[in-house]
């Protein structure tokens, strides 16, 4: 049964109805522990599990706002969670690794996942990066809400932001939320490069430049999914969106 917790200073954290649902999906109890203990104290309303299908079950009963998903896992692993949520409905989902593997980050980016850490991880950033996935969340539902006139179009890539929809060709392109706002972010200044520090900031609310492979695999993701010479890499510096020569 979920029930209201307070916060340091004995005040209810939020309301609770206001309150927002993360489910944790890792089966190292010590981490479980300690990423549910410092999201409860942020004021989270948080579920646990320890397999594949324990986390799908839950799910689907709990209707959670975000998810915390460890790859390695009993039952399934973490992808396969990962497709079946997103198949039930879509929400954000922050995936944790073991392994500093950059196909793992790329499988579970193309999966539905919108942002990964690997382990060992700090808490702390682990809580800021749930608290940035949920305003993206928040600031992509206002959006949708406000209406834009006209598609940006771009040679054969076209972006609708008011449904938040990508066609290449016109060809429908599935990106997630975070490759949505990444692909808007240099489309906003096409052929101008931005810096991995830029991006992340624009994109991620996220200031600290240890986070930048974070970008990259974001970068290469999107690539694949709307043409790797649609970005142009800038050693060095980071990433610009290529358009047509007028």
């Keep these: 049964m979920e029930q209201t917790h307070t916060s340091h200073n004995g005040t209810a954290a939020t309301t609770p109805g206001a309150q927002r649902r993360v489910l944790v999906v890792e089966d190292d109890a010590t981490i479980v522990d300690a990423i549910a203990a410092r999201l409860r104290a942020e004021g989270f309303l948080v579920q646990t599990a320890s397999d594949g299908p324990a986390a799908v079950d839950t799910a689907e009963a709990w209707q959670p706002d975000l998810l915390i998903l460890d790859i390695m896992l009993p039952g399934f692993d973490g992808l396969e969670v990962c497709r079946r949520v997103q198949a039930q409905r879509p929400v954000p989902v922050l995936m944790l690794t073991a392994r500093d593997d950059e196909t793992d980050m790329l499988v579970g980016l193309g999966v539905g996942a919108d942002d990964y850490m690997t382990k060992p991880f ?3 950033e682990l809580a800021a990066r749930v608290h940035v996935l949920l305003r993206r969340v928040e600031r992509a539902a206002v959006a949708a809400a406000t209406p834009r006139t006209g598609i940006l ?3 054969e890539l076209e972006i609708d ?11 429908d392109v ?5 490759e949505f706002d990444l692909l808007v ?6 052929r101008a490069v ?11 609310d996220w200031a600290d430049a ?14 694949r999914k709307i043409g790797a010479e649609r970005i142009r890499t ?5 990433y610009a969106l290529e358009t047509p020569t007028p």
């Design 161 to 171: 932001h008011a449904q938040r929809r990508v066609r290449v060709r016109s060809e």
């Design 210 to 223: 240890s986070g930048t492979r974070t970008v990259d695999s974001h970068i290469k993701a999107l690539r």
């Design 153 to 155: 179009r771009l040679g």
């Design 194 to 204: 931005l810096s991995r520090e830029q991006l992340l900031a624009e994109v991620w």
């Design 122 to 124: 700090s808490i702390r």
């Design 174 to 178: 599935h990106l997630t939320p975070t």
């Design 185 to 190: 972010c240099l489309a906003n200044t096409p």
């Design 234 to 238: 800038v050693h060095g510096v980071g």
